[in-house]
């Protein structure tokens, strides 16, 4: 069965993923998949860091996918994302239009490689309520309790994923999970990582930049056109933070030094979730931003065409 090819541009937060993808997308006939856990949301701009004007370069428009194509206020999950990826990934692929993956929401970028169908698995949210009342050594002995075909996949190492684990054999012991044909892919994975310090930097410069540009107001009409604060506040970080603090919780000054640590604090999040992502067998090609951003583009790109054997 045939391979098609997928660049996957992932790094931390700031790394400057999308300016390196669009001009690699130009340079390789490509267009934009986005792997952004809060992009998908309409009118969720400058907080998510959409920045669209950087899909234009050189006076052409660089096509991207998956970006606004939820409502806020709307949930969205990694089976989600893996559906609507492989339905453009096919599309693309029959255009010979190289897909190129670009983000930092690791779970989803992972769940490319991963034939997991489990994903699919829906959450017993009862289940999980009584699940939580026991402790780590009674859920992995109800866990025995199920056939060992429905556990081979349970991970033991966490309470969380204990719980998983227990919700998905009791789904399997009741339903029947269809098996989904899916093109074989052939990827090649850009990391993008840089000096911690510096990293820092730019995170913070950029949410300086953010703040400029108006995140608070943003924040303020996503609530007046009827969204949730408490969804709000489950996307986390900019939109956690803001949502604080227009409700008097905290100073503006509060505001700056607590999102500037939690952005911090999640880069660092990202960056071990990938590196987990190579223990499970993803080769991932790193690359240091801290270079000249030209000299980045062309040691990358060499990289991508030597190993296509161009």
């Known amino acids: 069965m045939e391979q098609h090819p997928l660049l996957v541009i992932l790094g931390p937060t700031a790394s400057g993923k999308t300016k390196l993808a669009v001009r690699l997308a130009e340079a390789l006939h490509g267009e934009l998949i986005s792997a952004d856990s809060r992009q998908v949301f309409r009118g969720m701009d400058i907080g998510t860091g959409k920045d ?14 998956l970006i606004n194509i939820r409502a806020a206020g709307e949930k969205y999950n990694v089976n989600e994302f893996k559906e609507d990826f492989y339905q453009v990934f096919e599309a693309l692929t029959v255009k010979k239009i190289l897909p190129v993956l670009c983000g930092g929401t690791g779970m989803y970028v992972h ?47 966490s309470f969380k994923r204990l719980i998983r684990a227990i919700e998905i054999a009791e789904y399997l012991s009741h339903h029947e999970l269809v098996s989904v044909k899916r093109p074989l892919i052939k990827p090649f994975v850009v990391g993008l990582t840089s000096d911690v310090s510096l990293r820092r930097k730019r995170i913070l410069q ?42 008097g919780t905290l100073s503006y000054t509060e505001l700056k030094v607590q999102l500037g640590t939690a952005i911090c604090q999640f880069a660092k999040r990202q ?8 223990k499970d067998g993803v080769v991932i090609h790193w690359f240091d931003t801290d270079q000249d951003s030209d000299q980045l ?4 790109l060499g990289a991508y065409i030597h190993r296509k054997g161009l």
């Open 52 to 65: 669209l004007k950087e899909y234009k370069i050189n006076g052409k428009q660089i096509p991207y996918h």
């Open 111 to 157: 769940s490319i490689f991963q034939d997991h169908e489990y994903t699919a698995i829906p959450v017993n949210e009862p289940l999980r309520e009584e699940l939580r009342l026991k402790d780590i050594a009674d859920l992995r002995e109800l866990l025995k309790g199920y056939p060992a075909v429905l556990t081979q996949h349970a991970d033991l190492s």
């Open 206 to 247: 950029r949410m300086e930049l953010r703040l400029e540009e108006g995140m608070i107001g943003e924040v303020e009409t996503l609530l007046e056109s009827g969204v949730d604060p408490e969804v709000l506040t489950f996307y986390g970080l900019e939109y956690k933070f803001v949502v604080a603090y227009l409700s």
């Open 271 to 278: 960056m071990t979730f990938f590196r987990k992502m190579e």
């Open 297 to 300: 583009f062309s040691q990358v």
